[in-house]
C-alpha cells in the first residue's frame, strides 16, 4: 500500500507539472515570456497573441536561424550572426540575443503614444503662434 502511494502521488505530481508546463505554453510568449494578456491588450492590431506567437516570435524560426549558423562557414558569417553564433557556442550559453521581455509590436504601441504626445504638443504651438499672429496684425492696424 506504501508503495501504491508512492505510485500515485509520483503521477500526481508529474500531472501537476504537466498542467503547469501547458498553462505556460498557452499563456506566455516562449521567446520573450510575456503574458498573452499584455500582448493581446498592448498589440497594435486585433492580431494578438496567437500572430505574435506565429509571425514575430515564431520560436521555430530561432531554432533554424541556430542550426543555419552551425552550418555556415564560421569565416563566413556577418558580424551580427557571429555574435549569435558565439552565445550559442559558450558555456554555459549565452542567451542574450533572445529579446527576453521585449516586442518590437509592444514597443511600436508605446511610440505611438509618444507621438500622439507630440502631435498635442505641436498642435498646442500652433495654436500659440495663431494667437501671437492675431496679436501682432491687431498692434500693427492699431497703431
Given at each position: 500500500n506504501i508503495i501504491f502511494g508512492i505510485?500515485?502521488?509520483?503521477?500526481?505530481?508529474?500531472?501537476e507539472i504537466k498542467?503547469?508546463?501547458?498553462?505556460?505554453?498557452n499563456s506566455k510568449c516562449f521567446i520573450c515570456s510575456i503574458d498573452r494578456y499584455v500582448i493581446d491588450r498592448q498589440h497594435l492590431t486585433t492580431k494578438g497573441f496567437e500572430y505574435h506567437t506565429q509571425e514575430d516570435h515564431y520560436m521555430w524560426n530561432?531554432?533554424?536561424?541556430?542550426v543555419y549558423l552551425v552550418?555556415?562557414?564560421?569565416?563566413?558569417?556577418?558580424?551580427?550572426?557571429?555574435?549569435?553564433?558565439?552565445c550559442l557556442n559558450s558555456l554555459p550559453i549565452n542567451c542574450s540575443f533572445y529579446?527576453?521581455?521585449q516586442a518590437i509590436?509592444?514597443?511600436?504601441?508605446?511610440?505611438?503614444?509618444?507621438?500622439?504626445?507630440?502631435?498635442a504638443n505641436l498642435d498646442r504651438h500652433e495654436q500659440m503662434i495663431l494667437e501671437l499672429q492675431q496679436k501682432l496684425e491687431k498692434k500693427q492696424t492699431g497703431s
Open positions: 505510485i500515485i502521488d509520483t503521477f500526481g505530481e508529474l500531472r498542467n503547469q508546463t501547458e498553462n505556460d505554453i530561432y531554432l533554424n536561424f541556430a552550418n555556415k562557414p564560421t569565416e563566413d558569417l556577418t558580424g551580427p550572426e557571429l555574435h549569435v553564433h558565439n529579446p527576453v521581455n509590436a509592444l514597443e511600436a504601441t508605446d511610440d505611438s503614444d509618444d507621438d500622439s504626445e507630440v502631435k
